[in-house]
């Protein structure tokens, strides 16, 4: 049921933002040299490594980590990535990542390759065995201030209440965090 949802909200994505998506490949492509889409390797469904694309919102040869890792992130933004960011613009290719399903619409977001910690802590409590989502139950209640030891446990939150009214409403409270840019910290 929830992979047909999935698909389902797929298809109505794609005839909503089939003008945004080419807006923003070609913001990209005029705002710094370098290819449209960046993939990165994130942590599926039983850790299993998968590519995400994400339109690039960082310039080229910037280091593999989470952003908040970075000294200075601001400095490795293109002109276009922090609006990209700040919108939540630069996942909208990960629509296709939802019909090739390494991803959900809803679901713990994919950790990078390299977030042992994060990674661990999810094994240990059994959320690894969840398909990671385009957006989550810790996305709408901290996204990138949260610690990892909160997400996690917002993460096994979710794993123990999942329901396709639960989707929902993390769908719907998705969309009001990414319309007031909610808890955006780049």
Not at 36 to 62: A, C, E, H, Q
């Amino acid at each position: 049921m929830k992979r047909l949802f999935d698909l389902f909200l797929r298809l109505v994505a794609d005839i909503f933002l089939a003008l945004a998506l080419l807006g923003v490949a070609i913001l990209v492509c005029l705002a710094s040299p370098g290819l449209v889409l960046y993939w990165s390797d994130r942590v599926g469904k039983d850790n299993k490594i998968f590519k995400m694309p994400k339109f690039r919102s960082m310039l080229v040869g910037t280091p593999a980590v989470d952003t908040r890792l970075l000294s200075n992130p601001d400095a490795y933004l293109t002109p276009v990535g922090s609006f990209l960011r700040k919108s939540s613009l630069d996942k909208l290719p990960q629509l296709w990542s939802i019909i090739k399903g390494d991803l959900s619409f809803v679901g713990p977001r994919p950790a990078l390759f390299n977030q042992h910690d994060l990674m661990d802590l999810r094994t240990r409590a059994g959320v690894h065995r969840l398909k990671p989502g385009l957006t989550g139950w810790a996305q709408v209640n901290g996204r990138d201030e949260l610690p990892i030891p909160d997400k996690v446990a917002l993460d096994i939150e979710y794993l123990h209440c999942q329901s396709l009214f639960f989707d929902v409403k993390i769908i719907f409270m998705t969309a009001l965090k990414v319309l007031t840019r909610d808890n955006v910290s780049h």
